[in-house]
């Protein structure tokens, strides 16, 4: 399978983001990709109260601009493409959900994602998250099938609670999506070593696209999407500002790796 994993600068021009995102889905399907990933937030980074205007339904028989855009490229590109992050609305009128959703090469949603895991915290720097404030919470592990390969979705600060991916593994995960918007200040210390360590202990690709640089709010993130196989290695990796970084993903040499340290078998829980 010829994966991309698209770096992304979002601002809050909802239809200039969508033109900056056909752009690179056009440009990965170009490279040989068949699937492309895409980062926390692909749509939109800006003012909450704007957020909350743009969240779409993702049940009905007539999509809104994002899941439409999206739907529109698969179909025109012929490529499966995972948006990591849009706002989806929720009972809560003022918390939508931030769900990570799967298209398939006939613009029809595949699976959605209501990422679980949100981001309240105060980091060293002085920076102050509280994303439950305006975000509801999802509460189910989603795979779902691409290319005949099982695949797990998770969304940002998921990345750090790994009892989420041992489940999505139990459920058939070969690979796993990390979409983040990942903070500049944990991002240096914490980004690499997440990723390889969910890879290796789980023993799957991971596929992580990032936004990068400045956003609206004064956010800044860290960038350096990348991708890492089985054995924690990165095969692929963004450098600074927006593009897309690619590579095969080889499930022969995945099996080895499972074989040769069959870690998985050794699990008690």
Not at 53 to 80: M, Q
Not at 82 to 99: C, H, L, Q, W
Not at 245 to 258: E, N
């Amino acid at each position: 399978m010829r994966v991309a994993v698209v770096q992304l600068n979002v601002q809050d021009d909802v239809a200039a983001n969508m033109r900056r995102v056909k752009d690179w889905i056009a440009q990965a399907a170009a490279a040989g990709a068949q699937l492309v990933v895409l980062p926390e937030n692909f749509a939109f980074m800006g003012e909450e109260a704007q957020k909350r205007e743009l969240a779409e339904r993702l049940d009905g028989a007539f999509p809104g601009p994002i899941l439409g855009g999206l739907a529109e490229n698969a179909a025109k590109y012929g490529v499966w493409i995972v948006g990591g992050g849009m706002p989806e609305a929720s009972d809560d009128v003022a918390r939508p959900y931030n769900t990570s959703i799967v298209v398939d090469p006939r613009g029809t949603l595949a699976a959605k994602y209501r990422k679980v895991h949100l981001f309240d915290v105060s980091l060293p720097d002085g920076s102050l998250y509280r994303e439950s404030a305006a975000t509801s919470a999802g509460s189910e592990p989603v795979t779902t099938e691409v290319l005949g390969v099982r695949l797990g979705l998770s969304v940002c600060y998921d990345v750090r609670f790994p009892e989420l991916y041992r489940r999505l593994v139990h459920e058939g995960a070969r690979v796993i999506t990390v979409p983040a918007a990942f903070a500049l200040t944990t991002g240096k210390d914490h980004w690499h070593v997440l990723l390889r360590a969910r890879a290796i202990e789980n023993q799957v690709y991971v596929l992580a696209p990032a936004q990068h640089g400045k956003h609206p709010r004064g956010r800044l993130t860290y960038g350096k999407s990348l991708i890492v196989d089985p054995w924690g290695e990165i095969v692929a990796q963004c450098s600074e500002g927006e593009g897309f970084a690619s590579a095969t993903l080889d499930f022969a040499y995945q099996d080895r790796v499972r074989t040769a340290l069959p870690a998985l078998l050794h699990r008690k829980w």
